[in-house]
């Protein structure tokens, strides 16, 4: 498979600005995962039982841990957009790139339309007679147009949603922590699908966390890289951990399964048990609430587009799509592709569906990241690397080994998207494959 092999965009694409903090990357790190506390992780509530997702979400929190101090070593080694398929590509080739790119691009093509599906719920929750659908798909016109006007603006706006979505939370905790029952946290069965229902839980205690990695997507518009990115990844991979087990206990504590499944709206319905669906802070909640499902919407087609525009750079998507926009230094057009695409998955209806096969394309990237790692720190000893990851090997084996247990336990519990995951993935190499004999054709 023929690719650029220039560090460098190819010439009259352009370059990206060198804009971010670490305050940014903070903001983007918790700004792409936070929809997660929002909606989502009801799901999983429903298939293991509030200590089933419980179990979940701690073994989770580890893996996310492990994996964030493993990672930053290869974001930080390789500062380029492509992030996965970087990595992949330097430590096995086209093929690791390819693979690790696919993975990427499921992940995040595929969790916007699931928030933005939430976004709708949330809005027709206060105002009925808008549509789920119309208010999804308007989402993504406003969002995938900010993304087109430019990093600064749309790393602000990032920062700025964040925050508000976080002070939020805090909020939520205060408000619903006091009407948590025990008894409700424990109340038989507490498995009510034993270690099945824990494994069947496992994805949605991911979507606490899903698409953190996307930060290393915007290594080349970190104005430096090495230093800066460490301290965005450790304080939001943190921030996370306490938000999702705040954010679970208060709500399982308050709510059945049944009854925070009933949409995509749970945090309003805790809120309208406690309060009432009318009280001034039920009301604020969804609208606050919003600021949730933004920051993730919004900061996921970010790093969608920054994967897009990277594997076109790469040779392995149409080159126009690799073109940076002259006056707001935005990979303008690779917005295209995750408008296009969610646009259409919005139109589904199946949010958990999404989820899984979002969730899927994240733990594959989670482990060809790891072998990345693994495989470098033996091929590339000598390769400059800012930030090591602490407690090597072992720490990225923890890394590993959970990925495979999440792995797993989406293939056994959505065995339908996964036999669509994997025929998609086969049908598009199969296309590069050709692609790239008939280029080598031409060229000879």
């Known amino acids: 498979m023929d690719r650029p092999t220039s560090s460098e965009a190819p010439a009259g694409q352009g370059h990206l600005r060198r804009v971010l903090t670490p305050l940014h990357l903070w903001g983007i790190a918790v700004g792409l995962v936070i929809s997660g506390d929002y909606f989502g992780w009801n799901y999983g509530v429903q298939k293991g039982g509030a200590l089933g997702m419980l179990a979940a979400t701690l073994l989770m929190s580890v893996l996310y841990v492990c994996f964030i101090f493993s990672y930053t070593e290869l974001a930080t080694a390789m500062p380029r957009s492509g992030g996965p398929s970087t990595y992949a590509g330097r430590a096995f080739g086209p093929w690791g790139a390819?693979?690790?790119?696919?993975?990427?691009?499921?992940e995040f093509l595929l969790a916007p339309p699931a928030i933005a599906r939430a976004v709708g719920s949330y809005v027709?929750?206060?105002?009925?007679?808008?549509?789920?659908?119309?208010?999804?798909?308007?989402a993504f016109v406003v969002f995938a147009a900010l993304n087109a006007l430019g990093t600064t603006l749309a790393a602000t706006f990032e920062l700025v949603v964040t925050l508000a979505a976080t002070l939020e939370l805090g909020i939520?905790?205060?408000?619903?922590?006091?009407?948590?029952s025990l008894a409700r946290l424990t109340a038989p069965p507490t498995l009510p699908h034993g270690l099945t229902g824990v494994l069947a839980a496992v994805p949605f205690a991911i979507w606490f966390f899903l698409g953190i990695e996307g930060v290393a997507m915007s290594a080349e518009e970190t104005r430096d890289p090495q230093r800066d990115i460490p301290k965005g990844y450790i304080a939001g991979v943190l921030t996370l951990v306490v938000l999702a087990v705040g954010t679970l206990v208060c709500s399982a504590g308050v709510l059945t399964p049944a009854e925070l499944v009933v949409d995509d709206s749970p945090l309003p319905r805790v809120l309208a048990r406690v309060l009432s669906r009318e009280h001034p802070m039920t009301h604020l909640m969804v609208y606050l609430g919003l600021f949730g499902l933004i920051a993730s919407l919004h900061g996921i087609i970010m790093g969608a587009t920054r994967q897009v525009y990277a594997l076109a750079r790469e040779g392995l998507l149409p080159a126009f799509?690799?073109?940076?926009?002259?006056?707001?230094?935005?990979?303008?057009?690779?917005?295209?592709v995750p408008w296009a695409v969610g646009t259409l998955a919005v139109f589904t209806r199946r949010t958990d569906d999404l989820i899984t096969a979002s969730v899927l394309g994240a733990v594959v990237v989670y482990l060809l990241s790891m072998a990345s790692l693994f495989r470098l720190r033996r091929a590339a000893p000598d390769m400059e690397r800012p930030f090591r990851a602490p407690g090597y090997p072992w720490v990225p084996g923890v890394a590993v080994a959970l990925s495979a247990i999440a792995l797993l336990a989406v293939a056994t519990s959505a065995p339908r998207v996964t036999a669509g995951f994997v025929l998609g993935g086969a049908t598009l190499a199969a296309a590069q494959a050709i692609r790239s004999r008939r280029g080598r054709g031409e060229q000879s």
């Open 98 to 106: 390819f693979a690790a790119g696919y993975a990427t691009l499921v």
């Open 172 to 180: 939520y905790f205060g408000l619903a922590g006091p009407h948590v």
């Open 124 to 138: 027709n929750f206060r105002v009925p007679s808008l549509s789920v659908d119309a208010v999804a798909v308007g």
């Open 321 to 336: 799509l690799a073109r940076v926009h002259p006056r707001f230094g935005a990979p303008s057009r690779a917005v295209l």
